[in-house]
């Protein structure tokens, strides 16, 4: 089930986090992964905005979740993270379409985000949900931004792509068709 998440999910958000950046250890990318998970103020800011979505488990336990800003007029996924036990269900994917589906909601006409090229539950990943890369001349300042404040982090010490995907438009808006009497 995807829902909004609520304060008692954060600190269980952080060790999903946590643990979900461990297989990084087996590709050597040992400093993401122990990169430390978002503070709990960080995630209450996005809480407090709305912006922290949670695929929970059959006993309501968060088992991913993704935070959400607002970058340039588009949906910016700053975070998807499924914790490994959940991996391969399809989680992310729902995660992405119930944003998508915020998005559009809001008017709203892209999701973007920034991701590893090589790492294959990053960008081949985000490729097969529809999403492509952006060249850098299509940047826009936020994007931009972004990506300079990750290369002053460390993480330009791996190839890195931002990408993109038109937001879909939830079904619930879809008009429906003529039928020929």
């Known amino acids: 089930m995807i829902r909004s998440a609520i304060v008692t999910d954060l600190p269980t958000l952080q060790q999903i986090e946590v643990a979900a950046g461990a297989p990084f250890r087996d590709i050597g990318m040992d400093a993401i ?7 709990l103020d960080e995630l209450r800011e996005f809480l407090d905005a709305g912006r922290i979505w949670v695929a929970a488990d059959a006993d309501g336990d968060p088992v991913a979740y993704a935070l959400v800003a607002l970058v340039d007029g588009a949906a910016h996924i700053e975070q998807v993270s ?3 036990s959940a991996a391969r269900q399809g989680l992310g994917a729902l995660l992405l379409d119930e944003i998508s589906s915020w998005a559009a909601d809001r008017g709203l006409p892209a999701l973007t ?13 985000y490729e097969r949900l529809g999403f492509r890369p952006l ?3 299509e940047l826009t300042p936020g994007l931009s931004q972004i990506r300079a404040d990750e290369a002053r982090n460390g993480l330009a010490a791996w190839p890195r792509v931002t990408m993109t995907r038109p937001v879909a438009t939830p079904a619930r808006r879809a ?4 039928q020929p009497a």
């Open 33 to 39: 992964a122990e990169d430390p998970p978002p503070s």
């Open 175 to 178: 008009q429906p068709t003529s």
């Open 113 to 125: 985000l920034t991701t590893f090229v090589d790492v294959p539950w990053n960008a081949p990943y």
């Open 135 to 137: 060249q850098d001349c």
């Open 82 to 84: 499924v914790h490994p």
